[in-house]
């Protein structure tokens, strides 16, 4: 299969798994918010008093006030739609389709995997960023970030927004389909 031929497959399969990926998100993305869930209790405790899942969506309850008088019982929560750093499941998926490979499953379950993490860098990183950065001096002040860890928390959210969904699954598709990028590029296909 020439390279024109493996691309309009691509094109063709994206659709379809982006409408399965984003109907079956709660789902397939339990194993993203469960990380999420396991590195903030253990790493920012102090912040995060419990996070659950709507949907798509992760919801952190902190122990961060809003800093307005008569807010003594009101804590912030942050809402953090982890299809925003997702998005790479379905492209993975639109790749290992279109290379119609034997152990097509196989190769589809070493990809959700591995990404799993990923994913969850972005939404982690995204909850820190709102909570340290944009929500404000008044609540920023109250995580305790001095600056070199707000910056490390801006670079955390720039790469888990900008890098991380795209390049992962490109990286892992190549990783998974050599023989198939080698027959392809040998004209063997």
Same mark, same amino acid.
């Given at each position: 299969?020439?390279?024109?031929?493996?691309?309009?497959?691509?094109?063709?399969?994206?659709?379809?798994?982006?409408?399965? =990926?984003?109907?079956?998100?709660?789902i397939l993305? =339990?194993? /993203?918010?469960?990380?999420?869930?396991?590195? %903030?209790? @253990? &790493?920012?405790?102090?912040?995060?008093? $419990?996070?659950?899942?709507?949907?798509?969506?992760?919801?952190? /309850?902190?122990?961060?006030?809003? *800093?307005? $008088?008569?807010?003594?019982?009101?804590? !912030? $929560?942050?809402?953090?739609?982890?299809?925003?750093?997702?998005? *790479?499941?379905?492209?993975?998926?639109?790749?290992?389709?279109?290379?119609?490979?034997?152990?097509?499953?196989?190769?589809?379950?070493?990809g959700y995997?591995?990404?799993?993490?990923?994913?969850?860098?972005?939404?982690? %990183?995204?909850?820190?960023?709102?909570?340290?950065?944009?929500?404000?001096?008044? !609540? /920023?002040?109250?995580?305790?970030?001095?600056? =070199?860890?707000?910056?490390?928390? /801006?670079?955390?959210?720039?790469?888990?927004?900008?890098?991380?969904?795209?390049? %992962?699954? %490109?990286?892992?598709?190549?990783?998974?389909?050599? @023989?198939?990028?080698?027959?392809?590029? &040998?004209?063997?296909?």
């Open positions: 299969m020439p390279l024109g031929g493996f691309v309009i497959r691509v094109v063709a399969w994206l659709p379809v798994a982006f409408v399965l =990926w984003y109907y079956s998100a709660p993305l =339990w194993p /993203a918010a469960l990380i999420v869930d396991l590195v %903030a209790r @253990a &790493g920012f405790a102090d912040l995060v008093r $419990s996070i659950a899942q709507s949907g798509a969506t992760l919801v952190f /309850a902190t122990s961060l006030r809003p *800093g307005a $008088s008569g807010a003594q019982a009101a804590y !912030i $929560s942050v809402d953090v739609n982890m299809l925003l750093y997702a998005f *790479g499941l379905p492209l993975y998926a639109a790749l290992v389709a279109a290379a119609h490979e034997p152990r097509w499953l196989r190769h589809l379950v070493i995997a591995a990404m799993m993490p990923f994913v969850a860098w972005g939404v982690l %990183a995204d909850f820190l960023k709102n909570v340290a950065i944009t929500a404000g001096p008044l !609540i /920023a002040s109250q995580t305790g970030f001095v600056p =070199w860890q707000r910056e490390a928390i /801006a670079f955390a959210y720039q790469l888990g927004t900008l890098i991380l969904p795209t390049v %992962a699954p %490109a990286v892992l598709w190549v990783l998974t389909h050599r @023989a198939f990028l080698e027959r392809m590029k &040998g004209g063997t296909l």
